[in-house]
């Protein structure tokens, strides 16, 4: 089965795309029918019906000396601002509630007063709403009535200031007809609202069905991650939330010496136990590798050498061959000097490299930084070297580079007898462990298992796992 190329994940197509919505047709009608529901619910009892009062008027050219379609179309622009004005305003409000006994606040009468332009230049209408029929017609002809007189009467001084221009002037306006009882609502618009609900519900059902894309490009599942790669999952590292103090602290985690009883540490063991039978309990040289950065690599290679130190009281070493990001000196807390790259580089001695831990395991740091790592990697010195070491200790973890960054952890696999590989199930998406495992099997380079991190458990499982502390 692992000589076996994974299939490779189609494009993101058009029939794609219909295919899902196919696979989600039941979720997307729910979707629809809440929706567009909603909105005729809302509509119909969330929404108070309005009736509009609607006067129709004509401007009137006195002077031939300018074109009427000038002077109307000045003229009602300028209506259109100026009924907003609270002088015009508090004049219809204080004539409402003499003549009708109609109180309406200004700012109300100025959000339901609407200027509208005919098709024939010269006319236009005053349109005004209320959630009375009757309101809705009186208030509208007492609007053209003190259009009328404005227009066409002589202004005070102060009113002369406020609706200063040329089309005053020039022109009057003539009330072609007054409004009259509205018979039926003019709103809200139903047709209208179902089509916004529509829009909406289309919006909503787009991004469930993008939303569902892309969580689907990540792996759901250890038995998802068998049945496309092919390959066993060993183990699953489970994802905890620390608390604030906790993460402000970056610590390195070694969970099976600091954490013993957790759960997490158990799982850990349960590497050991694989590779023995993976490789008649001869464990000798362990890659450990990923697709890309930030899989918990380093984490993972780390724990299963104190896993193993566990095992049998074995010896263990662990090589940072990771020679673009090393860790290792960071997480042990050791020198860089003389690691890796200067034994390669004839610049130390075998006995230089290799630093004694606390955590009872022994470490070959990365050393100075080289380049062109690919061609380190490659250098015979490297094989030799770890035939030597293989002589001192009953197993070596070799942290490589992510498969996918560069060709390091290819070269390197030809040194090891096991590849361990890292899936981050929060951040690799599908194709990148695809792409890095059918790179592996084209070397025929073998891989024991896969070691999947950031698991998050469903409720059943929870149930039955160790708080983990």
């Excluded at 939303?211 to 759901?220: P, R």
């Excluded at 030809?414 to 990148?432: I, S």
Aim: charged share 25%; hydrophobic share 40%; glycine share 2%.
């Amino acid at each position: 089965m692992n000589n076996a190329s994974v299939n490779q994940e189609k494009e993101f197509t058009l029939e794609d795309i219909f295919s899902r919505i196919k696979q989600n047709l039941i979720v997307i009608i729910l979707i629809f029918v809440i929706t567009v529901g909603l909105g005729i619910i809302i509509t119909k009892f969330g929404m108070t019906p309005y009736y509009e009062g609607a006067c129709i008027m004509s401007v009137e050219n006195q002077t031939m000396s300018t074109n009427t379609a000038t002077i109307a179309n000045e003229l009602i622009d300028r209506l259109s601002t100026q009924t907003k004005y609270e002088s015009f305003l508090q004049s219809i409000k204080d004539q409402a509630s003499d003549e009708y006994m109609v109180n309406r606040s200004i700012s109300s009468l100025r959000q339901s007063i609407t200027i509208k332009k005919a098709s024939a230049d010269t006319i236009f209408s005053i349109v005004y709403k209320d959630i009375d029929p009757v309101v809705a017609r009186d208030v509208c002809n007492l609007m053209a009535e003190e259009i009328k007189i404005r227009v066409n009467e002589e202004f005070s001084e102060e009113e002369s200031s406020i609706y200063s221009s040329w089309a005053y002037q020039y022109a009057t306006v003539k009330i072609e007809n007054l409004a009259t009882l509205p018979t039926a609502p003019a709103g809200p618009n139903i047709i209208l609202n179902i089509f916004i609900s529509f829009v909406v519900a289309t919006f909503l059902a787009l991004a469930f069905i993008v939303l569902k894309s892309i969580l689907s490009m990540k792996f759901t599942s250890s038995t998802e991650v068998k049945e496309i790669t092919g390959i066993d999952v060993i183990t699953r590292i489970l994802s905890f939330k620390k608390d604030k103090a906790a993460e402000s602290i970056k610590k390195f985690e070694f969970i099976v010496k600091e954490n013993p009883d957790s759960v997490n540490a158990e799982r850990y063991r349960k590497i050991p136990f694989k590779l023995v039978s993976s490789v008649d309990k001869n464990l000798n040289v362990i890659q450990v590798t990923s697709s890309i950065q930030g899989e918990f690599k380093t984490t993972t290679a780390v724990n299963l050498a104190l896993a193993l130190n566990e095992f049998e009281n074995k010896k263990i070493l662990i090589i940072d061959m990771d020679l673009r990001r090393p860790e290792m000196h960071n997480v042990f807390e050791l020198d860089n000097l003389k690691g890796f790259s200067n034994y390669v580089l004839g610049e130390a001695k075998l006995n230089e490299i290799v630093k004694k831990t606390d955590k009872g395991i022994d470490v070959i740091t990365s050393g100075k930084k080289i380049e062109l790592s690919h061609v380190l990697v490659s250098n015979p010195k490297v094989k030799e070297m770890i035939e030597e070491l293989k002589k001192s200790y009953d197993a070596i973890i070799l942290d490589c580079p992510p498969i996918l960054a560069v060709n390091d952890a290819l070269i390197i696999s030809k040194y090891a007898d096991e590849t361990v590989f890292v899936l981050n199930q929060k951040r690799v998406n599908k194709k990148e462990v695809i792409d890095a495992i059918n790179i592996l099997k084209s070397e025929n380079i073998k891989i024991a298992g896969i070691v999947m991190n950031n698991v998050v458990l469903d409720k059943k499982e929870r149930y039955y796992s160790y708080e983990y502390k």
